[in-house]
């Protein structure tokens, strides 16, 4: 799991992963981080995701990061919105009215960079990488984001029958990642609607991280 796999998933349009509206349990607990508008939501890799159409049309501010240039310029064509774009230390800052997109490694993303959020909307991040990697993030995230509360959703599905992304992620996970720093409300679970990619029984687990 490096690099050059989500470059080329995104050079071919191999992007299933890409949901075609917003995320409807992000939409049903959002509301549990108790966000003034105007809060700035930080979204790590975001992709192009209509999770950020929705922030920002209820009246948040979007901070994200993002791997692929690729979609970040599809992103904000969809937004209809035209960013200015600069460099910032190893990363490219796009900016526009209300958003902030990081391209690049979310590794060399600092806080100072990134600037305050008020919290973190996690959906496509921690579920992405390989378990080797998933300690490394959860430290940086939480020293990234200085803490900010966070509405994390996790897929739980058999791991045996299919390799990852996205990864199956179990609550003790969760709770060994995130536990130190963070205290932590499992608020529900649901089945994923047919099934994952329409093959086995799996769910996703809404976590929010105070």
Same mark, same amino acid.
């Given at each position: 799991?490096?690099?050059?796999?989500?470059?080329? %998933?995104?050079?071919?349009?191999? !992007?299933?992963?890409?949901?075609?509206?917003?995320?409807?349990?992000?939409?049903?607990? !959002?509301?549990?981080?108790?966000?003034?508008?105007?809060?700035?939501?930080? @979204?790590?890799?975001?992709? %192009?995701?209509?999770?950020?159409?929705?922030?920002?049309?209820?009246?948040?501010?979007?901070?994200?990061?993002? =791997?692929?240039?690729?979609? @970040?310029?599809?992103?904000?064509?969809?937004?209809?919105?035209?960013?200015?774009?600069?460099?910032?230390?190893?990363?490219?800052?796009?900016?526009?009215?209300? !958003?902030?997109?990081?391209?690049?490694?979310?590794?060399?993303?600092?806080?100072?960079?990134?600037?305050? @959020?008020?919290?973190?909307?996690?959906?496509?991040?921690?579920?992405?990488? +390989?378990?080797?990697?998933?300690?490394?993030?959860?430290?940086?995230?939480?020293? =990234?984001?200085?803490?900010? +509360?966070?509405?994390?959703?996790?897929?739980?599905?058999?791991?045996?029958?299919?390799?990852?992304? +996205?990864?199956?992620?179990?609550?003790?996970?969760?709770?060994?990642?995130?536990?130190?720093?963070?205290?932590?409300?499992?608020?529900? %679970?649901?089945?994923?609607?047919?099934?994952? %990619?329409?093959?086995?029984?799996?769910?996703?687990?809404?976590?929010?991280?105070?």
């Amino acid at each position: 799991m490096d690099r050059e796999f989500w470059h080329r %998933k995104w050079a071919i349009n191999e !992007i299933g992963f890409h949901a075609r509206a917003a995320n409807p349990l992000m939409v049903a607990h !959002i509301g549990r981080l108790e966000l003034p508008p105007g809060s700035r939501v930080f @979204v790590p890799l975001c992709g %192009k995701s209509l999770d950020l159409h929705w922030l920002l049309s209820e009246g948040f501010r979007v901070a994200g990061a993002e =791997l692929s240039q690729i979609a @970040v310029d599809q992103l904000f064509a969809d937004l209809g919105l035209t960013p200015e774009v600069h460099q910032a230390g190893e990363l490219l800052h796009y900016r526009a009215r209300n !958003i902030d997109i990081f391209v690049g490694d979310i590794f060399c993303l600092d806080g100072e960079t990134l600037g305050p @959020v008020d919290a973190v909307y996690d959906r496509a991040a921690f579920v992405a990488l +390989p378990q080797a990697m998933r300690a490394r993030y959860a430290t940086h995230l939480t020293q =990234l984001a200085r803490r900010a +509360p966070q509405l994390l959703i996790c897929y739980q599905y058999d791991q045996s029958l299919m390799d990852g992304p +996205p990864f199956s992620i179990g609550d003790d996970e969760v709770r060994q990642r995130y536990g130190h720093a963070y205290a932590l409300t499992l608020l529900t %679970k649901a089945d994923v609607a047919g099934g994952f %990619k329409g093959r086995f029984p799996a769910m996703e687990a809404v976590w929010l991280l105070q």
